[in-house]
């Protein structure tokens, strides 16, 4: 008797949760009625204090490809809809969906760069608040453009834009470490540590050449405007400051120990101007900060791995090891000059602690960090760092000694 | 006088039943979290709890085990007469009801906050209810035997939870240890101990243990338990979410969406939400059988059954009305709630203690006089 009671309540309470997750009752939404949002765009409204949303949303229906009877249409549709608060803005847009958009499956959250050097703070409560937006969204800050440019970019080989942009920019950050990519979780907390500033994705507009092909009708045009998502956008605060180049994002990618990939270009002598190319495999970094009689100091160590995958000029390890450790030597002064380069900018030009040095200090110096904290803008610009970078090439690939071409011609 | 409830549980059940008490409001509103300004320490928040909690759960143990067979109602009628015992348990009555009132209204916050904005509170707080109510209904020993199944659900959910979200983890944001002091630990460690005292709830389950001497010790390992699973979603959350992690409403939902394993295995949140559904309906089915039980011997009824949908549908009301919004809600967890139960539980076990103390000094003089 207990035994069935057991069972029924058993079963009742396995069912009711799952009948109340399948969404039947008020909260229903049919996935007829629905447009996904892919990517949003934050603005200023041409209106004096409004603000200019743009979203990307698929067209299900122009999704399919290669399928008898598939329309040749854009999979995807871009709409802008404007409000006093991007909440207000975002409800408006239903003025203009046949469809209700829905911010699940969205993947980017792009800041226009005129709006970001203003102050994101009015805009960025609404993405952590919205129960639809998910925190591992993309923070996008568009360089030189509206953001309402750049959330439609469209890339050869995806169809859809914002899948693109992933695409190219998760590449950017696995095999090159010159993008980075920060999602909104990672954006707002940062904008919460002590002694620590943003960074976030950058994009631009880039043009692409036409190519007029003369031997026959292409059946699809070129894409004549795509995107590039190489760099970093610099904040401090919540205003945008400045951007990275590749470079400095790969330093700023030393010393955040989030160097996947890339390739590192020496010189391969120091008497010739051939060239050698080495591949990164994986790397590490510590940053140690200490005080020396109240002055702060921080010492960056970066370990890299490295196989050879290139030299310009014959090359044979095995005629002296003394070849190889000097390559080692010159990929680990790239490393530095990169890291430097990095630091230069964020010193003397954004005065912005994007390396999260007085973070490091905080966490190992707490009493000594309240002391700095309020003068840590001077103090950053002064702060000695010492860069220590120790390299280790391990492999040279499939070869040990290039190919030597044999002088045929003088004979 | 007929026996009320009839059933026998185990000490694992024990066990089991308790750590879901603990960890019920936590799984939606983390009250310690919450009311912590520098969150990296609040682990060690946690820990204080557990310390200050493992000898009143060891008190109340005992004090029942001297009572074999007699609830915590029961008992203190024979301690301190059959008035004052009475109104001392009318108290313990009401802390029951007011705890099934808030977890009520915390789930249906959960749903409407989370996952359907729209739908009416009413409506997960009556199925919620009505599932409770059904169980209780059964008795002790159908709701402990779920509760045992529940709990290791539970159990399993949040370890999904606290590792998944691995890359999203930076355990750096644990540091700098106590630099904002100890005073910065003093609200967390009260709200943990308001929701601790919730424990007196031993004194209704330790006459209905099949193996009553194991108590004291399943009441530690509850604790240790609760307190361990608590600290690693204390840990998790500010791993994952650094100094934003007090801003969130709902925080171990919001870490359960942070979960996104090859692009393929992510929003698992509603399957998460469905645990948090079953454990709290354990722990408000415990709450409701405890209530009736009380509610029965306080005023010498025969049965407890009948009582149990009438008092469901009582906290169901309240707990529309006792709160206007959900801030209002977080405030009365966080302060006057916390509070509250904390004197209740504090003053129940030092009245109980000292008429203890105070019988067995009588009896000891009589004794020798005699």
Known sequence: MRVRRYMSISVLLAIVPVVLSMTGCWSRKEIEDIGFVLSIGVDHAAEEGEIMITVHIAKPFAISTGVAGAVDEKPFWQVSSTGHTVFEAWRNLRQQSPRRPLLHHSRFIVFGEEFARGGIREAIDFFSREGEVRETNTVVVAKGVKASEVVWNEFELERMPAEGALGIMKIAVQELSTAVMVTLNDFLQILEVEGHEAVASRAELVRRPSFEDPRGELKRETISVSGRETGAAAFKGDKLVGWLDKTQTRGLQWVKGKVRGGIIVIEQLETEDKLASIEILRASSAVIPKIVDGRPFVLIKVGALGNLGETQEYFDPMESQEIWISMERRMAEMIKHEIQAALDIAKYEFNSDIFGFGAEIYRKYPKEWMKLKDRWDEEFRKLDVEIEVETSLRRSGLTRRSIQVVRKEED | ?370
């Not at chain 2, 925080?251 to 992510?266: A, K, Q």
């Not at chain 2, 003089?365 to 005699?370: A, F, T």
């Open chain 2, 1 to 370: 006088m007929t026996v009320l409830e009839g059933g026998k549980i185990s000490g694992r059940q024990f066990m089991a039943v308790l750590i879901v008490l603990r960890i019920v409001p936590v799984t939606l509103v983390f009250s310690l979290i919450s009311n912590i300004n520098h969150v990296q320490d609040v682990w060690i928040a946690v820990i204080i709890g557990a310390v200050i909690t493992i000898p009143f759960a060891v008190l109340v143990t005992k004090l029942s085990l001297r009572f074999p067979g007699k609830t915590i109602i029961e008992y203190s009628q024979i301690l301190l007469g059959p008035v004052v015992g009475r109104l001392l348990g009318l108290v313990i009555l009401w802390c029951f009801l007011c705890t099934s009132i808030d977890i009520t209204r915390v789930l249906g916050e959960g749903y409407v906050i989370a996952i359907m904005p729209e739908t009416p509170i009413l409506a997960f707080m009556v199925m919620l209810a009505f599932m409770s109510s059904y169980a209780a209904r059964s008795g002790l020993e159908v709701t402990c035997r779920l509760g045992e199944d529940v709990f290791y659900i539970l159990v399993f959910v949040l370890l999904l939870t606290y590792v998944l979200p691995y890359n999203a983890m930076r355990f750096e944001n644990l540091r700098p240890v106590l630099a904002w002091g100890v005073s910065n630990l003093v609200p967390p460690v009260i709200s943990d101990l308001g929701f601790y005292s919730q424990f007196l709830m031993i004194g209704m389950l330790v006459p209905y243990l099949n193996r009553p001497e194991d108590a004291t010790k399943y009441a530690i390992y509850a604790v240790l338990i609760g307190s361990g699973l608590m600290a690693l979603a204390a840990v998790v959350l500010v791993a994952v979410f650094g100094p934003t992690a007090n801003s969130w409403t709902l925080p171990l939902y919001s870490l359960s969406r942070m979960i996104s394993l090859g692009e393929f295995f992510e929003r698992i949140e509603v399957a998460v939400m469905a645990a948090w559904t079953l454990s709290t309906g354990i722990k408000l089915a415990l709450f409701l059988w405890a209530a009736s039980i009380a509610i029965a011997q306080l005023f010498n009824l025969r049965a407890f059954e009948h009582l149990v949908y009438p008092l469901g549908a009582v906290i169901v009301a309240s707990g529309l009305f006792f709160f206007n919004s959900m801030v209002d809600l977080e405030d009365f967890l966080a302060k006057a709630g916390a509070v509250s139960s904390i004197l209740v539980a504090g003053v129940t076990l030092t009245l109980l203690y000292a008429a203890l103390g105070i019988r067995t000094l009588i009896r000891r003089r009589k004794g020798g006089s005699g």
